[in-house]
């Protein structure tokens, strides 16, 4: 395994019977990088993440965190990942702050005063027993013992669930700082704007296969980006339309001498750009695809695959 890997699968397999689980899965996430695993309910996201955590035991395949074997390493794996699992329990009868104590002297690593500051950040009432806060403050309890050790690598199934808009951006700027130190953060997520707001790349998994791995970037680009052209002159859509790369031309109603058109870019933008050359352009905006765009034309509504992203 290569130094800057910090996790890798070759041929991980976990069948449940007769039922697939994931099927000969082979991943690599880049140490110091943010990597999120999308796709349908029942993909297999979150038996990915089981079998990373040696929690369940593959069919077969095997999985390496930092260099180590998951099911020979785990407890010393386990001492420096923290985790948060889609379905956490919380021992409802303590207090956060008792909880986040316990926690430390078990794991035997415990930063009071970075545990502290997430408090504060996510701002959590740490004195109320876990079984009184709301379900988005529970969650909160989960993200803050997942960070609090400082762990050389994350893995949060989930992590936004709950969450409102001001936390989930302290979310993203803790995952940006933990990061920046050096950490792996491992995410899987049904919040597509999360994950294209925080991750650097992305894995799609399909009926327990991974059928991709992109740079955010990259996978936005194979789709396409919505245009609208204001134009100080009056132009025909055939004008336009027909150009390598454009497709989907309307004309919105504007006012007498302009032009105005709603169109769709794939690719490069040269070929627009040249023809745009012509007239008189008053404006041009431009919208990427976000990932929730990239992921409803790569799937249908019953999850099956229609187009595989990145073909």
């Known amino acids: 395994m290569d130094v800057g890997t910090a996790i890798e699968t070759c ?12 099927e000969d899965l082979d991943l690599e996430v880049f140490a110091g990088e943010v990597f999120g695993l999308i796709g349908p309910n029942g993909a297999g996201k979150t038996t990915t993440i089981r079998l990373l955590l040696d929690l369940i035991r593959p069919t077969s395949g095997s999985a390496r965190i930092f260099g180590r074997n998951v ?30 104590d316990w926690l ?6 415990h930063d009071a005063s970075f545990t502290d500051e997430l408090i504060e950040r996510f701002a959590l009432d740490p004195h109320r027993p876990i079984g009184e806060l709301s379900t988005g403050n529970q ?42 130190l050096g950490a792996t953060v491992f995410v899987s997520s049904h919040e597509l704007s999360e994950v294209q707001d925080v991750c650097d790349r992305v894995g799609t998994v399909l009926e327990g296969r991974l059928e991709s791995v992109r740079a955010i970037a990259d996978l936005a680009e194979l789709h396409h980006r919505s245009v609208r052209l204001v134009l100080d002159e ?57 990932l ?4 409803l034309q790569s799937f249908d509504r019953t999850g099956r695959e229609i187009q595989k992203v990145g073909q």
């Open 11 to 22: 041929r991980l397999t976990k069948r449940y019977g007769q039922s697939r689980g994931v």
């Open 71 to 100: 099911r020979h390493s785990n407890v010393e794996i386990h001492t420096h990942t923290g985790y948060l699992p889609s379905d956490i329990r919380l021992y409802e009868g303590l207090t956060a702050d008792e909880f986040f």
């Open 104 to 109: 430390g002297r078990l794991r035997g690593r």
């Open 139 to 180: 969650q909160k309890v989960g993200l803050i013992q997942a960070f609090s050790h400082r762990p050389s690598l994350l893995i949060l199934d989930e992590p936004t669930s709950g969450l409102d808009p001001v936390v989930r951006r302290e979310f993203r700027s803790v995952v940006h700082e933990t990061t920046a």
């Open 234 to 290: 009056v132009v025909q859509a055939e004008e336009i339309a027909g150009l390598d790369g454009v497709g989907a031309v309307q004309v919105v109603p504007s006012v007498v001498g302009q032009t105005i058109f709603e169109l769709q870019v794939t690719g490069s933008f040269e070929h627009l750009v040249r023809r745009l050359a012509r007239f008189r352009v008053l404006d041009v905006i431009s919208q990427p695809a976000s």
């Open 292 to 295: 929730e765009d990239v992921f």
